[in-house]
């Protein structure tokens, strides 16, 4: 199973999500979606497939992101500006798998010559920020309104309220330190899997 983030080949810019299992591939190309629009078209395809096939992928196990897509991207797009810096100052902190001691911090690769590297939950909730503080995106929001009561449960930084005000005073330089901190002290990866799964719906992949 491969979710795969590439540029979008029909438009020249924004994104298309591309969907491998076995002798299955399917595309969602039809606009050029932002990096959350095509990463949730993903998740709610990835998400019909464990439904009807009894299986448990989780979404930040499978998902890639391949370079020319953040190169194009980066002057339209702020998370993927973000990551696509993130990348070339040699931080693999948002893309690497987390906490596991026998896995690279670098897990980047060559498919069909073209560079891809996996997105780890930290990522996508950094993309989820960026998503709502950024465009205004109301499936973000939703996102951001549990995922902050979560935290808010688990005693960080007040109410959940409060909590939401700071994620809004956001920006660039400082979501992705804000973002570890968050998963350092009080939640990890089946919590925030746990309120995308609840909030975050997908569009339709052909």
């Known amino acids: ?13 924004g994104y ?14 039809d606009q050029p979606y932002t990096l959350y629009e095509a990463g949730s078209g993903l998740a709610g395809a990835l998400e019909e497939i464990n439904k009807a096939r009894g299986t448990n992928y989780q979404i930040h196990e499978v998902l890639r992101i391949t370079d020319e ?19 070339r100052a040699g931080d693999y902190s948002n893309i690497a798998p987390r906490r596991q001691e026998s896995v690279p911090r670098t897990t980047k690769k060559l498919v069909d010559g073209e560079e891809e590297h996996m997105l780890n939950m930290p990522a996508l909730v950094c993309v989820t920020i960026a998503a709502w503080v950024k465009d205004k995106l109301p499936k973000p929001k939703e996102f951001l309104n549990e995922f ?6 688990r005693k960080y930084g007040g109410s959940a309220a409060a909590i939401f005000a700071e994620v809004e005073k956001l920006h660039e330089g400082n979501t992705a330190r804000w973002v570890e901190g968050v998963f350092n002290q009080c939640v990890n990866d089946d919590d925030v899997i746990g309120v995308w799964e609840r909030t975050i719906g997908g569009v339709t992949i052909r």
């Open 1 to 13: 199973m491969e979710l795969t983030l590439e540029l979008n080949k029909k438009f020249g810019y």
């Open 16 to 29: 298309q999500g591309r969907l491998r299992h076995g002798p299955m591939e399917s595309v969602l190309d």
């Open 69 to 87: 897509a953040l190169q194009v991207n980066k002057n339209h797009d702020l998370a993927s500006a973000k990551l696509l810096k993130e990348l």
């Open 148 to 153: 902050c009561k979560l935290l808010a449960a």
